[in-house]
């Protein structure tokens, strides 16, 4: 099992940049595919990136390709979303969330999750 625990996001300008990370607790935490998602208020959740095992594997929704980034560092027990560009489609809670199954890393399902951070980019 794996606890996740986020942090950063906020409220940032249109143009400006964010980084969210996801501290997770446990010694296998390499054995985890790793996803951001994000949901607003009235809408579906959505898969934003994920990333790997190893950290070679990434995937991005065509929404944010190019202008976000996914890295992780598992000596740390980490995984960083850098966001850059942002724009204010981009406001809603973004979550990690950790996957012990292998598989496209944007359907496979997750089954531990963040507590979820507030990213809001004004105009």
């Known amino acids: 099992q794996v606890q996740l625990v986020q942090s950063g996001g906020g409220l940032v300008q249109a143009g400006g940049s964010l980084r969210l990370s996801c501290a997770a607790s446990?010694?296998?935490?390499?054995?985890?595919?790793v996803g951001w998602f994000r949901q607003d208020p009235g809408k579906q959740r959505e898969f934003v990136a994920g990333?790997?095992?190893?950290?070679?594997?990434?995937d991005y929704a065509d929404s944010v390709k190019d202008r976000f980034t996914i890295s992780r560092d598992n000596a740390k027990n980490t995984v960083d979303l850098q966001m850059n560009s942002l724009k204010p489609d981009d406001t809603a809670v973004y979550y990690c969330?950790?996957?012990?199954?292998?598989?496209?890393?944007?359907?496979?399902?997750?089954?531990?999750w963040g507590q979820g951070t507030q990213v809001t980019v004004s105009s």
């Open positions: 969330a950790a996957s012990y199954v292998m598989g496209p890393l944007k359907t496979i399902g997750y089954h531990y």
């Open positions: 446990g010694r296998t935490f390499s054995a985890y595919n």
């Open positions: 990333i790997g095992r190893s950290g070679i594997s990434t």
